[in-house]
């Protein structure tokens, strides 16, 4: 039991004792108006707020989708207030479980992509607040661009973001995650250690994510569509943790507010996009938002028609929880509770969605677009406007034919961005201070080119959707390891866009694949030029030039990196590979930072056990090994060579050394 309760619970026994003990009594009062007190005769609801990646809204029974994909969520809804229109503020993951958190928009928040610095301190999060207000406060996530280097896990007592080693190895970074299953066992063991005191749980679970590659049998049952298959497979799972909820003693399910919502949708192929981030369309940015009130509440089950923001769940935890907390002076977005409690409010104003990907990753225009219950106008060097009750697809573009709408919701576009500060850059190149650009000069990559200002002709990105989906299908020819290709397209693509950063970036990813380390540096050189605030590029940068024995520049780069974002455990991860064969010590210090800040990095207790094993440090190295092999970082029997000892050796070794039979 948390302080707070015990004061509660001690308040109520007092009885005659107050009579005898008035000191006590003020004391207790006192402790119970902190942050976490019982200010509140009713008790505060459990809190789980569950995050389905890439989940249109379409897809869901309760949106009216007739293919029963999600029996489960349906079921949740009966019960629940749905809103039928709800917004996502973003259509990337990152970003907008940023917004959802922080209760702010992403143009002031300064993460708009993923090309984005880890969200800013300066930010309270919503679990911040509950944690400071008596909660437990529990995360499981589903995916490595959610890992707490990013910033999101600030006021989660548990981060539950342990992924198997190997995916680190096999996959890019992007892709690396934990299956469903997985992830709601990990759910249910939190909330068994914690379903006796007020709690607060997370659960981001990355179906139907591509690639798309549902479990059996959803992968023969939906061979066809397998984006629904993983729409199946991830409600199946939801329906353990709700049948476990309702199993539980103490009316856990009553007892529970559950937000069930998507971070952003995915376009099958609408308008060209094949599947998020580019536009911001209806089919990515319009999510399901289903909201299941403790029973206590007494709030009547019902639709909502109006478009909501995804920013305004914090507002509505807090305010069905009873929380008064600073970050409320931060929220950008009002809480939904006027909408569905049967009092007199407040139109809504319309929901905002915007994407800066176009711009951060291309150079061509971002897209900014509000939409209300009927109408969505999309700002961009074409206008856009859509009639969602005449035209669900949005291929009837009435900017010219109604222009007095499209006049009005730009208007009312113009006034929200006025009414919050953007963060300071426009764009991620901005980011690169004056020692990033002349660490990259000093190695011969002189292609820097600054930013296009705010009031510059860009490209619209609907002209440029050939390229872009050129891009994105040199991307799938790396994964399947078709080099030759990769390079013919790009090779096309680069005498077009000389200035589009992607490609170089693309080509050295594929040298890296082929372990060909020179041309890997003049790519990654070139991209990092072309955008020095992309890491990424950086990143690979360096490891070339490491693995061509060129270790003082590969440091120093890598110093650049960890200037601006001491966080990143993947670059001193990488430092320590880079030190490992001729300074142990720092190369130790450095894992030793990167298990600081990710302690789930089974690669970083592998590459320490092995260090230990060559000092005959063989205590600690069996014990980084056997962590690692735990954690999964490489399957048993796996060889990872070690002056001639293969890693099974190494870890026999290690237990033999003091004495301990492997």
């Known amino acids: 039991m948390r302080p707070s309760a015990k004061i509660c619970h001690a308040k109520k026994r007092l009885g005659r004792a107050a009579l005898l003990y008035p000191g006590w009594v003020l004391l207790l009062v006192g402790l119970a108006l902190l942050p976490g007190g019982c200010r509140h005769s009713k008790p505060r609801p459990n809190i789980l707020i569950i995050t389905v990646d890439t989940l249109r809204a379409d897809r869901v029974g309760c949106y009216g989708f007739a293919g029963g994909l999600t029996p489960n969520v349906d079921a949740l809804a009966k019960d629940a207030i749905v809103f039928e229109r709800g917004v996502a503020q973003v259509p990337l993951t990152f970003p907008s479980h940023t917004a959802i958190f922080t209760g702010t928009y992403p143009f002031h928040n300064g993460v708009q992509d993923f090309t984005a610095q880890p969200l800013s301190d300066r930010f309270r999060t919503l679990a911040e607040s509950l944690k400071d207000h008596g909660y437990a406060t529990g995360a499981v996530v589903s995916s490595f661009v959610l890992d707490r280097s990013w910033g999101l896990a600030r006021g989660f007592e548990s981060y539950d973001d342990a992924f198997a080693g190997q995916e680190f190895l096999q996959k890019n970074i992007g892709l690396v ?15 068994e250690a914690h379903r006796n005191q007020p709690f607060f749980l997370w659960l981001h679970l990355y179906y139907p994510h591509t690639p798309y590659n549902p479990p059996e049998p959803f992968r023969t049952r939906y061979a066809k569509q397998l984006y629904d298959g993983e729409i199946a497979y991830a409600d199946s799972q939801l329906g353990r943790l ?10 856990l399910f009553d007892n529970t507010l559950i937000v069930f919502l998507s971070d952003h949708g995915e376009s099958l192929g609408e308008h060209g996009e094949k599947e998020h981030g580019y536009f911001v369309y209806d089919s990515t940015v319009r999510v399901p938002l289903v909201l299941k009130p403790p029973k206590n509440a007494g709030l009547a089950a019902q639709r909502v028609a109006d478009a909501v923001e995804t920013i305004q769940v914090g507002p509505t935890v807090l305010d069905l929880a009873g929380v008064e907390d600073p970050i409320q002076k931060q929220f950008q977005a009002a809480s939904l509770v006027p909408l569905f409690n049967g009092k007199p409010h ?9 994407t800066f990907y176009p711009l951060n990753s291309f150079g061509w225009s971002p897209l900014r677009s509000v939409q209300t219950a009927r109408y969505q106008y999309i700002e961009a060097p074409i206008q856009e406007l859509y009639d969602h009750q005449a035209d669900l697809a949005e291929n009837n573009n009435l900017a010219a034919k109604d222009a007095a709408v499209a006049a009005s919701l730009r208007t009312q576009l113009s006034q929200l961005l006025a009414d919050y500060p953007a963060a300071a850059t426009l764009s991620s190149a901005t980011n690169a201070s004056p020692d990033i650009l002349e660490k990259l000069r000093s190695l011969g990559y002189v292609a820097y080119r600054a930013p296009a200002s705010a009031s510059s002709r860009l490209a619209d990105p609907k002209d440029k959707l050939l390229i872009f989906q050129d891009v994105l299908r040199a991307t799938d020819l790396i994964q399947l390891g078709n080099f030759a290709e990769t390079r013919s397209l790009l090779a096309n693509l680069q005498r077009n866009e000389p200035h589009l950063y992607l490609i170089p970036f693309l080509l050295g990813e594929a040298a890296s694949h082929e372990a060909q380390w020179k041309e890997a540096e003049k790519n990654f050189g070139h991209a990092a030029a072309l955008n020095p605030g992309f890491e990424q590029a950086r990143m690979g940068l360096a490891r070339a030039l490491g693995l061509q024995g060129k270790i003082a520049q590969a440091k120093d780069l890598l110093g650049t990196l960890l200037t601006t974002n001491p966080q990143n455990f993947r670059a001193w991860f990488l430092l320590a590979q880079i030190e490992s064969k001729d300074d142990p010590r720092s190369s130790r210090e450095a894992l030793d930072k990167v298990i600081a800040i990710q302690p789930n990095f089974a ?23 056997s962590h ?3 954690a999964g970082s490489v399957p048993e029997g796996s060889v ?15 237990l033999d050394g003091f004495g301990v039979s492997s």
């Not at 709700?242 to 009316?251: A, D, I, V």
């Not at 990872?640 to 290690?654: K, N, Q, T, W």
């Open 640 to 654: 990872f060579e070690l002056s001639g000892c293969a890693y099974d050796c190494a870890l026999a070794v290690a």
């Open 628 to 630: 690692a092999v735990a």
């Open 603 to 625: 690669l970083a207790y592998r590459d320490r056990g092995l260090l230990s094993v060559r000092e005959q440090t063989y205590v600690s190295g069996a014990e980084d090994l």
């Open 242 to 251: 709700f049948s476990w909820l309702k199993e539980s003693p103490n009316g």
């Open 177 to 191: 995650e934990r299956r469903a299953e997985d992830s709601v066992n990990h759910a249910v063991s939190w909330l």
């Open 346 to 354: 407040a139109p809504q104003r319309p929901a905002y969605s915007e």
